[in-house]
């Protein structure tokens, strides 16, 4: 089978990445796309690079339409010449929905599969009426599912694939008194970094006048990533801090973790890592959000159980006091947060929902490839 995936983000690759997995379980599968170097690693053959494609919000999102769109189109094109059995689209949706527009438009008759499609917590009925007029929708969330199917929409849903992936960690002994290993998770975006990182390290540095022998691991997604944060730390006083690149690897080996709210609290939900979560917009960004998001809570753990199993600390709460606080606190009481989680994990889905996940594609794209349809 041909396979064409369309990812945006680091986080999209690695949703694609772990599906053609388990989708080669079942069948051989020649697979090529729109990703970068996690995807490419997969074995999916990269035929559009999206490396400085990740944006956040509406201004950021605007800078890149001059280099996206084209892009979109001139692969719509290709794809409607010479069509795979299966385009697979995940998660961007700024990019994606119009991609799979594009295909329609241009009569493109194979199955599209938008996998994990966007604003999951959003409730937009339009944009989901129209992701179900133009594909198979398959959430990770039942919540969407439930959204979708409130406006008659298809909509599947088998469970979150992390459960499948994520593996919690064996308990850890207390942090010592006086010290403590902290992982700092700023995202993956520019944005992200120039925002988070410094107060994150003003926290790390209030977090050592009380434990003065804690030490941090900083996360880079990417290389670009890491020179952003090198970069940073060139102008900063020297600190007990390194920068790694496994994300997951550094949440099973660290005692607490602070996370730019996203896919990795998640991840540090299911590892059992002590997690707090910030976010900081810039100021036009934030005003936008609030006023399209009235929501508790944007942290996927308290999302899906509509609860605050993690702190959060959003805009102008999210300062390196507050920030040093929650990071003190979780290292004084570490399992503070154990049955959250498990119920978390619980509510994803079932053991094996990586499997079902890509038995429902192929099933999907069986079903649209057959005669009559």
């Known amino acids: 089978m041909r396979v064409f995936f369309s990812t945006g983000e680091a986080s999209g690759e690695l949703l694609a990445s772990e599906l053609l997995g388990a989708m080669r379980e079942r069948i051989g599968i020649d697979a090529y796309g729109i990703g970068d170097v996690r995807l490419e690693s997969a074995g999916v053959r990269i035929v559009q690079r999206t490396r400085g494609w ?73 944009r989901a009426q129209r992701v179900a007029s133009l594909c198979d929708a398959l959430t990770l969330f039942r919540h969407q599912a439930d959204f979708y199917r409130s406006l008659g929409l298809p909509i599947g849903y088998v469970g979150h694939p992390l459960v499948s992936t994520v593996a919690t960690r064996a308990p850890h002994p207390p942090a010592p008194a006086d010290g403590g290993v902290v992982a700092l998770m700023p995202g993956s975006r520019a944005g992200e970094i120039e925002r988070h990182a410094p107060r994150l390290l003003d926290a790390i540095a209030r977090v050592r006048e009380i434990r003065p022998n804690v030490s941090a691991v900083f996360v880079a997604v990417d290389d670009d990533a890491q020179r952003h944060l090198e970069h940073l730390l060139a102008f900063r006083s020297p600190l007990p801090l390194e920068i790694v690149r496994d994300a997951r690897a550094a949440l099973r080996s660290v005692d607490v973790a602070a996370i730019a709210s996203g896919t990795a609290v998640l991840e540090a939900a299911l590892i059992g890592t002590p997690a707090m979560a910030l976010y900081v917009l810039s100021a036009p960004q934030a005003k936008i959000a609030r006023r399209v998001y009235r929501g508790k809570y944007i942290t996927l753990p308290n999302l899906v159980l509509d609860e605050p199993v993690v702190p959060e600390l959003l805009q102008e709460a999210a300062t390196p006091a507050a920030l040093a606080d929650a990071i003190l606190a979780l290292l004084a009481d570490p399992e503070r947060q154990r049955d959250g989680y498990e119920r978390v994990r619980v509510a994803l889905g079932p053991p094996d929902s990586l499997q079902r996940n890509a038995d429902w594609v192929l099933a999907a794209a069986a079903e649209r490839a057959a005669p009559g349809r």
Do not use: H, Q
Request: aromatic share 10%; proline share 10%.
């Open 54 to 126: 990740s944006s956040l919000g509406v201004f950021e999102a605007l800078r890149r339409l001059p280099r996206i769109v084209p892009a979109g189109l001139r692969i719509a094109l290709t794809l409607r010449r010479d069509p795979p059995d299966l385009v697979v689209l995940v998660d961007f949706g700024a990019f994606n929905v119009r991609l799979a527009r594009m295909l329609r438009t241009m009569g493109f008759a194979r199955p599209i599969v938008y996998y994990a499609p966007p604003s999951a917590w959003l409730d937009n009925a339009r």
